[in-house]
């Protein structure tokens, strides 16, 4: 239905979710967060799935998360619940969401991603959680708020690309091509558009032709040695550091723009000073 945030289904042993906001980019509300955490641990419990593809309804996988509620002044506590205007409270906020993500990480069946279009901002921060990531030649993954409203509130990119290619991408909000992300490691591989669909499929079948226990053997053997090199205290570091980022100036004057001049607008000042921002080989 069009008025659904994802949709689910299970084929031949693999779980098919798809986030479904395409009029959007599929932007990630926090509604879409939580029913996504819902859905991974039902296809989790799912006895019938060996794997997930997360994939996405129309021509971009995601364009970040929704930002909305930017053209609104900061709420402070409401009804004796926290609100996000003190460092703690935005804090707990970024871990909360980042939990919901985390599930990517911690269940037990692999999940691939299906990338097209624009993957950007909390774009990553879903896909980079997958456990393999498959995209388009003509992809384009970056975190572009990073230019002005604060940090990454899920951070795998140091584990994928090393520490220079994150930084080169991170600390100027650059993009970078599915062909090159996959040169450096931020994808497993990058295929035509028109091929994306077969080369999912066929390695999702792969997958679904191995027991589920021994699949889930597998991942968390790797998973936990990413623990081991601290991937889990690094996102719960990365949470935190998002809300002080939220306390730049540039933060400031970016949801001053939205306020005043609209989302579109603020985003274009943001973008413009850094000209074409993708990154070639």
Known sequence: MADELLLYEVREGIGWITLNRPEKRNALSEALQEELNKLLWRADEDNRVHAIVLRAAGPDFCSGYDL??????????????????????????????????????????????????????????????????????????????????????????????????AKRLLLTGDSIRGDDAARIGLALKSVPADQLQAEVEALAARLALVDADLLSANKRIVNLGLELMGARTLQRMAAEMDARGHLAASRTRFNEAVRTQGLKEAVRQRDEPFGDSVVRL
């Open 68 to 165: 909305q509620r930017y053209d609104q002044p900061v709420p402070g506590e409401v009804g004796g619940r926290r609100g996000r205007a003190k460092f703690d409270d935005d804090a707990w906020h970024q871990e909360r969401t980042q939990r919901l993500r985390m599930a990517l990480f911690d269940m037990h069946k692999p999940v691939i991603a299906q990338v097209q279009g624009r993957c950007l901002a909390g774009g990553t921060d879903l896909a980079l959680l997958c456990d393999i990531l498959i995209c388009t030649d003509d992809a384009l993954f970056g975190f572009p708020p990073a230019r002005s409203q604060g940090s990454l509130p899920s951070h795998m990119w140091l584990y994928l690309v090393g520490p220079q290619w």
